[in-house]
């Protein structure tokens, strides 16, 4: 349900199994070693867009609540979920890593990312 690959091409970001064991990972690209594989979530990991500075991952997750998730492309933690009416498409992020999109039924949504920054920066 999709892979996305790093601005740089040294990453690939993946919903392992064709997302349907339910886990999320990373590979390095160079290495062929999986830098981290995180779950099983409750449900279906739908497909995921990495932030232009590669340190965020978007993706859907179609859990209890669905959800719209950003987490560190280091460690897989989830650094925040946002509920969403239903699961659908793909997120995405800006070429300039400053908005994170997505559709819902009632038309698209975004949100600004340079106002939600982590202690880390």
């Known amino acids: 349900m999709g892979l996305e690959f790093s601005s740089d091409g040294a990453r690939i970001a993946s919903a392992r199994g064709g997302n349907i064991n339910k886990f999320r ?17 409750p449900c279906y990991v739908h497909g995921g867009d990495f932030t232009s500075d590669g340190k965020r991952i978007v993706s859907t997750a179609c859990e209890t609540v669905p959800s719209l998730q950003l987490f560190d492309s280091a460690t897989g933690n989830i650094m925040f979920s946002l509920p969403r009416a239903a699961t659908g498409t793909k997120p995405a992020v800006s070429q300039d890593g400053r908005l994170l999109g997505w559709s819902e ?15 880390n920066e």
């Open 25 to 41: 990972a990373v590979f390095d690209v160079s290495r062929g070693t999986m830098q981290f594989n995180v779950g099983p979530f």
């Open 105 to 119: 039924q009632s038309g698209y949504q975004f949100i600004d990312l340079s106002k939600k920054q982590d202690s």
